[in-house]
């Protein structure tokens, strides 16, 4: 019998785990992160902040780069972490790089009450992503309004999009549930009472309405509002690991915002040993060929216990 959640008792999480699992994520340095590279997935730290995010920038810049009429080209990303995203409308006017033949794939946005939310929405991704780089881009180099999307409601045309043009990167933060986009883990009821998805069940599923784990409502709370949870909707839409899989790259950035230094080692420790478990999402990517996890050393922090 699995242990229970020791913060969600109704949910799978990755307190879930054996304990010599995150025992042994805990006591990981710096350095042994940067051992745990293997073919298929690659660790690297940057040194300063302005390296990291202009690394991130670079990814978009790289990926459209390569895109032309008969092949275009896009990237998946996030509206977290977001000081990429100036670096990115600036490196596209500096380079006068023309979008047209490129694609853009939101990870995420807000469902509310069943239904999709607007740009006026104060938590809107769409709109973090319009302000962020979308607009800040010269007009006449902004890639067609038609090859932007994001997920909602109905994510028919979002699915569909994913065949439009070759996804070379997705790209995205951790949350604190170990989730990558809104890939939380299930609840523990019906079927998954007792044991959490297999990763083969879990790697079916396609873009789609999430409810949230508690973990990741309080995070957006925290990160989005000061706070205020009663404002965080519970349910959101979500690329899924369908399409993910459909990307050439995972590139996972961790800058310390979104998640904390036992998080970030745990899942390097998991995905690099191959161990696979749904109650900690991000695992699942173990079994994708080409991911890489980025890292801002001032954000590796340790583990050790300090009261404050």
């Given at each position: 019998?699995?242990?229970?959640?020791?913060?969600?008792?109704?949910?799978?999480?990755?307190?879930?785990?054996?304990?010599?699992?995150?025992?042994?994520?805990?006591?990981?340095?710096?350095?042994?992160?940067?051992?745990l590279s293997r073919p298929g997935f690659a660790v690297k730290i940057y040194d300063t902040v302005e390296d990291f995010y202009l690394a991130e920038a670079l990814e978009y810049v790289t990926t459209w780069m390569k895109a032309t009429e008969e092949q275009p080209t896009g990237i998946?990303?996030?509206?977290?972490?977001?000081?990429?995203?100036?670096?990115?409308?600036?490196?596209?006017?500096?380079?006068?790089?023309?979008?047209?033949?490129?694609?853009?794939?939101?990870?995420?946005?807000?469902?509310?009450?069943?239904?999709?939310?607007?740009?006026?929405?104060?938590?809107?991704?769409?709109?973090?992503?319009?302000?962020?780089?979308?607009?800040?881009?010269?007009?006449?180099?902004?890639?067609?309004?038609?090859?932007?999307?994001?997920?909602?409601?109905?994510?028919?045309?979002?699915?569909?999009?994913?065949?439009?043009?070759?996804?070379?990167?997705?790209?995205?933060?951790?949350?604190?549930?170990?989730?990558?986009?809104?890939?939380?883990?299930?609840?523990?009821?019906?079927?998954?009472?007792?044991?959490?998805?297999?990763?083969?069940?879990?790697?079916?599923?396609?873009?789609?309405?999430?409810?949230?784990?508690?973990?990741?409502?309080?995070?957006?709370?925290?990160?989005?509002?000061?706070?205020?949870?009663?404002?965080?909707?519970?349910?959101?839409?979500?690329?899924?690991?369908?399409?993910?899989?459909?990307?050439?790259?995972?590139?996972?950035?961790?800058?310390?915002?979104?998640?904390?230094?036992?998080?970030?080692?745990?899942?390097?420790?998991?995905?690099?040993?191959?161990?696979?478990?749904?109650?900690?999402?991000?695992?699942?990517?173990?079994?994708?060929?080409?991911?890489?996890?980025?890292?801002?050393?001032?954000?590796?922090?340790?583990?050790?216990a300090a009261v404050r």
């Amino acid at each position: 019998m699995r242990p229970l959640s020791t913060i969600a008792s109704d949910w799978w999480d990755y307190t879930t785990l054996d304990r010599e699992i995150l025992n042994d994520a805990s006591k990981l340095t710096a350095k042994d992160l940067e051992s745990l590279s293997r073919p298929g997935f690659a660790v690297k730290i940057y040194d300063t902040v302005e390296d990291f995010y202009l690394a991130e920038a670079l990814e978009y810049v790289t990926t459209w780069m390569k895109a032309t009429e008969e092949q275009p080209t896009g990237i998946c990303g996030p509206a977290g972490p977001v000081e990429q995203m100036p670096l990115i409308a600036r490196l596209v006017n500096e380079l006068d790089l023309n979008l047209r033949h490129c694609y853009f794939w939101g990870m995420d946005e807000w469902v509310v009450n069943g239904r999709d939310v607007g740009i006026d929405y104060p938590y809107s991704f769409r709109k973090v992503n319009v302000d962020g780089w979308i607009n800040r881009i010269r007009p006449e180099l902004r890639m067609p309004d038609n090859q932007i999307f994001f997920p909602s409601s109905d994510n028919r045309e979002y699915i569909d999009s994913w065949n439009l043009a070759r996804c070379l990167v997705i790209q995205g933060g951790q949350g604190e549930v170990k989730h990558w986009a809104f890939n939380d883990p299930v609840k523990r009821e019906g079927k998954y009472k007792d044991t959490p998805p297999s990763a083969e069940e879990y790697r079916q599923l396609t873009t789609r309405i999430v409810e949230l784990h508690p973990i990741t409502i309080m995070q957006n709370a925290r990160t989005s509002g000061g706070g205020t949870v009663q404002n965080i909707s519970p349910v959101a839409a979500s690329v899924g690991p369908v399409e993910t899989w459909k990307a050439e790259k995972v590139s996972i950035w961790h800058g310390g915002m979104h998640d904390n230094p036992f998080g970030m080692r745990l899942t390097t420790l998991m995905i690099s040993k191959h161990i696979v478990d749904t109650s900690t999402p991000m695992s699942v990517l173990a079994d994708h060929p080409n991911v890489q996890f980025n890292f801002l050393r001032g954000a590796i922090g340790t583990c050790d216990a300090a009261v404050r």
